[in-house]
């Protein structure tokens, strides 16, 4: 018997909500790619991503389909909540020769079948995993369609969360609290960097004893001494920590392919008056863009509390200082909608979920003490919760 993370009622609901913003936008069969999406309006969960697979959403269809190679249908008809019917697959003869025969030309048949052929027809343009020789392939095998471009249609659909999926994601922030807190513990002087690395491997998938965690969307972020002054390292392999050195940490738990970032900078000995000074401002402007979040506003009013904070102190950051988040799939934990940003004027509404990530990246270190939080009735909460300061050990 399947064991679905969700009602079906709630995909059902997904569904209406897809089709109706299909609608709106003259569109009427959607091409899903973006595994996370496909996640949302199916259920479907497997490591297949690196091969063309997709859902498709009809207007004219009462469920989506869902293609898949073929050897992971049984990863399909055990994960998607659809009827057996609605979840087809390809053999790897698509994958052979792609410049001649390609899973594209599979999916233009599956839709000629249908009577789908001269539709207009969404595809996410912009998505990690549908690309330029993809589409020219769909474009050939379904010449009498229309395309338009549907990226982020479904990511939108995805902004304010369910009861299950906040739930998911305080699991997820149960389990990067513990994993955080054993990091910091492990952390010494000539403790070498990737041991510290596979115990927080071990600890994101132990989960929380209750609960086991999953492979996150992103390898941890864990930089030291002046590699922190750069936004995306992570550990070295030869690397030891030593006295006087500098370390930040981005992780998250994962559980049900939903997420809850956190990052918090530690100093191995006593730290230098810059270093305290800009935790002390990064607390600070994180704690007044957390107290500006409501529903209503805009992001780019919370990113300006941040950064007014910021500027006071002589500091200015260029970067965006957050994100939605919650359901993903590598490469990234983000859902790349709404971002705290200058000219952001997506309103914030209940249960959107963000990464608020003011970190400072300046001339030879960087500081970054970052939170997850849901937009209330009122105001917002922190998912995470952790201490918010400079650890010094």
């Known amino acids: 018997m399947k064991m679905l993370p969700f009602e079906k009622a709630e995909y059902q609901e997904r569904v209406r909500k897809v089709k109706a913003s299909m609608e709106k936008q003259g569109i009427e069969v959607l091409l899903i790619t973006d595994p996370a999406n496909m996640n949302y309006v199916s259920g479907y969960d497997a490591m297949s991503y690196y091969v063309p697979q997709g859902i498709v959403v009809a207007t004219s269809l009462e469920e989506p389909v869902c293609i898949v190679r073929l050897q992971d249908l049984y990863c399909a008809t055990e994960t998607t909540w659809m009827a057996e019917e609605n979840v087809t697959a390809y053999p790897d003869k698509y994958l052979w020769e792609p410049k001649v025969l390609h899973v594209m030309d599979f999916i233009g048949d599956l839709l000629k079948e249908k009577g789908l052929q001269d539709k207009t027809i969404g595809v996410e343009f912009d998505a990690y995993y549908f690309n330029a020789h993809w589409y020219k392939k769909l474009e050939k095998s379904l010449p009498d369609a229309v395309f338009k471009d549907a990226t982020a249609l479904v990511n939108w659909i995805r902004g304010p969360k369910s009861v299950r999926e906040l739930e998911y994601m305080q699991i997820a922030a149960r389990i990067v609290e513990k994993t955080m807190y ?114 209503g506003i ?55 979920t963000f990464h608020m990530m003011p970190g400072m990246w300046l001339d030879g270190y960087g500081v970054a003490i970052t939170e997850t939080l849901r937009v209330t009735e009122k105001g917002c909460e922190t998912i995470t919760r952790f201490p918010r300061k400079l650890f010094v050990k």
């Open 182 to 295: 054993n990091a910091i513990e492990r952390i010494e002087a000539g403790v070498r960097e990737c041991h510290v690395a596979a115990e927080i491997y071990s600890d994101l998938v132990k989960g929380t004893g209750v609960y086991g965690g999953e492979y996150p969307s992103l390898a941890p972020i864990m930089p030291a001494g002046e590699r922190t002054a750069g936004a995306h390292f992570s550990w070295t392999t030869e690397g030891k920590y030593q006295k006087g050195q500098l370390i930040y940490m981005e992780l998250s738990g994962c559980y049900k392919r939903y997420h809850a970032p956190l990052t918090r900078t530690i100093f191995i000995g006593e730290p230098p008056e810059r270093v305290k000074e800009t935790a002390k401002v990064v607390v600070e402007g994180l704690n007044a863009a957390l107290s500006a979040v409501k529903p």
């Open 298 to 352: 805009t992001c780019e009013e919370v990113e300006r509390a941040w950064q007014t904070t910021i500027n006071k102190y002589g500091l200015e950051k260029e970067s965006r200082m957050g994100y939605t988040v919650g359901l993903s799939y590598p490469p990234v934990w983000t859902e790349n909608t709404a971002y705290f940003k200058p000219g952001e004027m997506t309103l914030l509404k209940p249960d959107m």
